[in-house]
């Protein structure tokens, strides 16, 4: 069964009153959000990549979960 690959691109700034703003673009589609948090960007990517409900998002340091590999 073939493979399905999903890629984003994520850019940040940050603004001079400390808030910031993240784009994030899906590679396969040209689709662009801009969002104003890493959580927003994270759970936009999900759902572009079927993922929706299933992705934790790591605290900062620490690496996300891996997601085992489906019975085949």
Known sequence: MP???NSFV???WRLADGG???????IQSGEKRL???PGEAVEWVCVRSDD???ATPATPGERAPQRAE???
């Open 3 to 5: 493979k399905h690959l």
């Open 10 to 12: 994520l850019r940040c």
């Open 20 to 26: 910031q703003r993240i784009e994030v673009e899906h």
């Open 35 to 37: 969002t104003h948090s």
């Open 52 to 54: 929706a409900g299933h």
């Open 70 to 72: 489906p019975e085949r």
